[in-house]
């Protein structure tokens, strides 16, 4: 059980020296407890409490690695059950299975479709993560091929499944370095799986039937010197195929329950669930839910990308952290070639907002320059309500951009939802305003509007 404040203080030295930085020992015990500082900062403490409120102050669940370079994704070191409680650290893995016993022009077709499966999204780059190659042929030799064959082609993590811990060996023997995930060791298996790991140290993933099976499995694993280990909390169907989603989703909850409010350590590990059914959507159903609660790594059979990218946005969505909104820079953004006679638009540094907005305008064909006013990542109707997007906010981020310098004409265009910000806006800048549509997606109708009204206007003082 984690240790309270009055725990740990009794094993601090209690000399309230404040070397910590804190007024007492006291309230240095209380941060230790609520994982606010680390006991390195107090310089007399015993190796004896160095021991032991190391172990009960190390989060309840551990961090694995797999893979390398720009796919190295570290799992798990997750802490809460709810993400307002804190936030969720390491976002989970989306894996796309392979067999091994897919004709090379299909295998090489499949593996094509991963390397362009992307996309980018309020700023960020979204990508599946890694390949499991399945043993379906039971060959050690076909498993190797392919193994083989995939890692020259994309430099994702890998994951190789098999039950030969035979054939495991000779996949990973040849890219030990690509660090895949060993998958699975088993009541029976966990061993020989173990002996192929530890050399190589690659991380293994442990696989059971019931949870007081895999209690056993993971604590033997460990005490054979497997310290990288994930739990497969998948459950199959009556059948044995097919993934049952209601038996997983609990399985996933109660490993996550009783690492993160018992620090139960034999669960302290990322999981892992394979989302298979007979229907392509409920498929992209089950590992929706997977993601949410709480697979660290989800393997899907799905490759096409509407498939794909529904998942890869839910995971950007639920592993963006509450407490800091996502947000760009505050500054002048040209959308297109605009020049000093472009318009500029006004909205908030929200990514969400600035990149609807800057993706309408894109759809207009018309350049144009954008200003997020810094809101701290809030929305154009939460900033106004909370008083982040007013008349000196705006006039602050228009001096502070240049936009005076870069612009010949002096007209911002406003969101239509502060429309009752115009009059001050131009009193306090000096600047003509312009409101806009409320919504982002009549910016394209509204920008063609204004123009050809320009355009009238022009041509009638030549006339």
Same mark, same amino acid.
């Given at each position: 059980? =984690?240790?309270?404040?009055?725990?740990?203080?009794?094993? +601090?030295?209690?000399?309230?020296?404040?070397?910590?930085?804190?007024?007492?020992?006291?309230?240095?015990?209380?941060?230790?407890?609520?994982?606010?500082?680390?006991? &390195?900062?107090?310089?007399?403490?015993?190796?004896?409490?160095?021991?032991?409120?190391?172990?009960?102050?190390?989060?309840?669940?551990?961090?694995?690695?797999?893979?390398?370079?720009?796919?190295?994704?570290? #799992?798990?070191?997750?802490?809460?059950?709810?993400?307002? %409680? %804190?936030?969720?650290?390491?976002?989970?893995?989306?894996?796309?299975?392979?067999?091994? &016993?897919?004709?090379?022009? !299909?295998?090489?077709? $499949?593996?094509?479709?991963?390397?362009?499966?992307?996309?980018?999204?309020?700023?960020?780059? +979204?990508?599946?993560?890694?390949?499991?190659?399945?043993?379906?042929?039971?060959?050690?030799?076909?498993?190797?091929?392919?193994?083989?064959?995939?890692?020259?082609?994309?430099?994702? @993590?890998?994951?190789?499944?098999?039950?030969?811990?035979?054939?495991?060996?000779?996949?990973?023997?040849?890219?030990?370095?690509?660090?895949?995930?060993?998958?699975?060791?088993?009541?029976?298996?966990?061993? !020989?799986? !173990?002996?192929?790991?530890?050399?190589?140290?690659?991380?293994?993933?442990?696989? @059971?039937?019931?949870?007081?099976?895999?209690? %056993?499995?993971?604590?033997?694993?460990?005490?054979?010197?497997?310290?990288?280990?994930?739990?497969?909390?998948? /459950?199959?169907?009556?059948?044995?195929?097919?993934?049952?989603?209601?038996?997983?989703?609990? !399985?996933?909850?109660?490993?996550?329950?009783?690492?993160?409010?018992?620090?139960?350590?034999?669960?302290?590990? =990322?999981?892992?669930?394979?989302?298979?059914?007979?229907?392509?959507?409920? *498929?992209?159903?089950?590992?929706?839910?997977?993601?949410?609660?709480?697979?660290?790594?989800?393997?899907?059979?799905?490759?096409?990308?509407?498939?794909?990218? =529904?998942?890869?946005?839910? /995971?950007?969505?639920?592993?963006? &952290?509450?407490?800091?909104?996502?947000?760009?820079?505050?500054?002048?953004?040209?959308?297109?070639?605009?020049? %000093?006679?472009?318009?500029?638009?006004?909205?908030?540094?929200?990514?969400?907002?600035?990149?609807?907005?800057?993706?309408?305008? *894109?759809?207009? /064909?018309?350049?144009?320059?954008?200003?997020?006013?810094?809101?701290?990542?809030?929305?154009?109707?939460?900033?106004?309500?909370?008083?982040? +997007?007013?008349? /000196?906010?705006?006039?602050?981020?228009? *001096?502070?951009?240049?936009?005076?310098?870069?612009? $010949?004409?002096?007209?911002?265009?406003?969101?239509?939802?502060?429309?009752?910000?115009?009059?001050?806006?131009?009193?306090?800048?000096?600047?003509?305003?312009?409101?806009?549509?409320?919504?982002?997606?009549? #910016?394209?109708?509204?920008?063609?509007?204004?123009?050809?009204?320009?355009?009238?206007?022009?041509?009638?003082?030549?006339?």
């Amino acid at each position: 059980m =984690p240790l309270t404040g009055l725990d740990i203080f009794k094993l +601090l030295p209690k000399t309230n020296c404040g070397e910590c930085k804190r007024a007492t020992c006291l309230a240095f015990a209380v941060q230790l407890a609520a994982k606010k500082a680390s006991l &390195d900062e107090c310089p007399h403490a015993s190796d004896e409490a160095k021991a032991s409120i190391g172990d009960a102050s190390a989060p309840p669940m551990r961090t694995v690695a797999i893979g390398s370079g720009d796919f190295r994704r570290t #799992l798990g070191g997750e802490t809460v059950l709810f993400r307002h %409680e %804190e936030k969720f650290h390491n976002p989970p893995v989306i894996a796309i299975r392979i067999t091994d &016993d897919l004709p090379a022009a !299909a295998l090489a077709s $499949r593996l094509e479709a991963i390397v362009s499966l992307h996309a980018e999204r309020v700023g960020q780059r +979204l990508t599946v993560d890694a390949v499991a190659i399945e043993n379906a042929s039971r060959s050690a030799e076909a498993l190797a091929r392919t193994t083989k064959a995939v890692a020259q082609c994309v430099p994702h @993590a890998i994951i190789i499944v098999s039950e030969l811990p035979e054939a495991l060996q000779a996949a990973a023997m040849p890219m030990a370095s690509r660090k895949p995930l060993l998958h699975a060791a088993r009541p029976g298996t966990w061993e !020989a799986v !173990a002996r192929v790991a530890k050399p190589l140290g690659c991380p293994v993933a442990a696989a @059971a039937d019931d949870l007081d099976a895999l209690t %056993e499995l993971t604590e033997n694993l460990a005490k054979a010197g497997v310290q990288e280990i994930v739990i497969d909390a998948t /459950r199959h169907g009556p059948d044995g195929r097919g993934t049952d989603h209601r038996a997983t989703l609990h !399985a996933l909850t109660q490993i996550r329950r009783a690492t993160v409010r018992r620090s139960f350590r034999a669960f302290g590990y =990322p999981t892992l669930a394979f989302a298979s059914a007979g229907d392509p959507v409920d *498929e992209a159903v089950q590992a929706s839910t997977f993601l949410a609660k709480y697979a660290s790594i989800v393997v899907v059979d799905a490759w096409e990308p509407w498939q794909v990218l =529904p998942l890869l946005t839910e /995971r950007q969505n639920i592993y963006a &952290d509450p407490q800091k909104p996502m947000q760009v820079e505050q500054k002048l953004y040209a959308v297109g070639a605009p020049d %000093e006679q472009s318009p500029l638009l006004i909205t908030t540094n929200f990514s969400l907002t600035f990149f609807t907005v800057q993706g309408d305008v *894109e759809s207009s /064909r018309i350049d144009a320059w954008i200003l997020p006013v810094d809101t701290e990542g809030t929305s154009v109707l939460t900033a106004f309500a909370g008083d982040k +997007l007013n008349e /000196r906010t705006i006039a602050a981020a228009v *001096e502070k951009s240049g936009a005076a310098s870069r612009l $010949r004409h002096r007209t911002m265009i406003i969101p239509g939802y502060v429309a009752s910000l115009s009059g001050k806006v131009k009193e306090l800048t000096g600047w003509q305003v312009t409101v806009g549509p409320r919504e982002s997606a009549q #910016l394209p109708k509204f920008l063609q509007a204004s123009r050809r009204k320009t355009a009238s206007a022009v041509v009638s003082e030549v006339l």
